[in-house]
């Protein structure tokens, strides 16, 4: 994947390997639904005028945005095979949103996919999953899970399992706080990818801590600030998290991709669009 050399990664120590909190989100589910999590009130909310990110045809375009940064290609559903060590300290990376063997969201898919279908090719790895969970081993996984992976993504049990996990731990807590705070879709898609990238838990480069520190400069809407002041608030804030860790270091998927968006003024997410990745092109009609 292509992905893999254009985010070239540097080991990470324990402590900078932001994804492990990544679960910690679940918790708060319930709080960001209610407009609660992070002490933010409902008083604003995003226009009803225009679809958010969860309307399907937004979702679709997400997917791809996301894809074309996590995998160099616009065809997300591909991406269900897709298995390798990128080398950044996460042990294996997977899936459609990149679900790492060292930070237990690929331990908490694979356990959902035994638990709606036991028995499969991937339950007797259960066991060594939970033990490497937190570092970059492969201890129990070698040299057969990469070939094992690749042949559960064609069950579509899997293949569902894996866009629940998403939208449980990644796309729904990033729509609804991008809700609560006012936002139209493109600031819900700004707020979706950062969580994939950098996780919600307490680390300082997690998502709850860029939008802690894009507050200091600005406001978004629900609190009477100006939505595109505050998303360049944020991805400011994103960019200086990337910067953190060598993994993430080019910031082209913000610079040349949702700038881009944000400066053309298109809060709702609206095609035809057109940006880069890493130096490649992409178009959505």
Not at 63 to 79: P, T
Not at 196 to 207: A, I, K, N, Q, Y
Not at 211 to 230: F, I, N, W
Request: with cysteine; proline share 5%.
């Amino acid at each position: 994947m292509v992905y893999a050399d254009r985010e070239a990664a540097a080991p990470a120590s324990p402590a900078g390997l932001s994804r492990l909190s990544r679960r910690t989100v679940v918790a708060a589910l319930g709080a960001v639904a209610s407009g609660a999590l992070l002490g933010v009130s409902r008083a604003g909310t995003a226009s009803a005028a225009a679809p958010g990110l969860d309307d399907p045809a937004k979702k679709e375009i997400a997917m791809k945005l996301v894809s074309s940064a996590e995998n160099s290609s616009l065809d997300w559903k591909a991406q269900y095979k897709y298995i390798e060590d990128i080398g950044d300290g996460r042990g294996y990376t997977a899936g459609i949103i990149g679900f790492c063997s060292g930070t237990g969201d690929m331990l908490d898919l694979v356990q959902l996919y035994a638990d709606r279908k036991p028995g499969n090719v991937l339950a007797k790895y259960l066991p060594a999953l939970r033990k490497v969970n937190g570092t970059d081993s492969h201890q129990g996984l070698d040299p057969d899970y990469p070939r094992d992976w690749r042949k559960a993504a064609q069950d579509t049990a899997f293949q569902q399992a894996q866009n629940d996990e998403r939208d449980r731990v990644y796309f729904n807590p990033a729509v609804a706080q991008g809700r609560t705070d006012g936002l139209r879709a493109l600031g819900q898609f700004i707020y979706y990818d950062a969580i994939v990238m950098h996780g919600d838990g307490d680390d300082p480069t997690s998502f709850r801590n860029i939008r802690k520190r894009a507050l200091r400069s600005a406001k978004p809407p629900a609190q009477g600030g100006d939505e595109t002041a505050y998303l360049n608030a944020f991805l400011d804030a994103r960019v200086w998290a990337m910067k953190q860790e060598e993994a993430h270091s080019d910031t082209s998927r913000v610079d040349t991709e949702q700038r881009v968006f944000l400066r053309k003024g298109n809060l709702d997410l609206n095609t035809p669009l057109d940006w880069k990745v890493y130096g490649d092109s992409y178009h959505i009609g």
